[in-house]
């Protein structure tokens, strides 16, 4: 089965940097796209950036210059760098994995941004 798990969640003041980690264990996940998406309270869960299997690219507006989407196929892992740090972007980051077949979700890992 395929595990999705993502990590480097934390507190972080404004203006600072995080990097979000997602690995896709028990695959070879070369041939997946996978998404990065946030949650709040009350809040529907809305995708901040994506990368297919081609390594395109898509953002939110609202992180589109301050975050990058990578991939390391070599390591089933999938990057999200998240730089200039907002406290709007505090949330629980979610990472999805996109088989063709089936969505694989993360348990999600907290992004706190506070002054």
């Known amino acids: 089965q395929v595990q999705v798990a993502e990590s480097g969640g934390g507190l972080v003041q404004p203006g600072g940097s995080l990097r979000l980690s997602c690995v896709a264990s028990?695959?070879?996940?070369?041939?997946?796209?996978f998404g990065w998406f946030r949650q709040v309270p009350g809040k529907q869960r809305e995708l901040v950036a994506s990368?297919?299997?081609?390594?395109?690219?898509n953002y939110a507006g609202s992180v589109k210059g301050r975050f990058t989407i990578s991939r390391d196929n070599a390591k089933n892992t999938v990057y999200l760098q998240m730089n200039s740090l907002k406290p709007e972007d505090t949330a629980v980051y979610y990472c999805?994995?996109?088989?063709?077949?089936?969505?694989?979700w993360g348990q999600g890992t907290q992004v706190t941004v506070f002054s």
């Open positions: 990368i297919t299997s081609y390594s395109w690219t």
């Open positions: 999805k994995a996109h088989t063709g077949w089936y969505d694989y």
């Open positions: 028990g695959t070879d996940s070369s041939t997946y796209d």
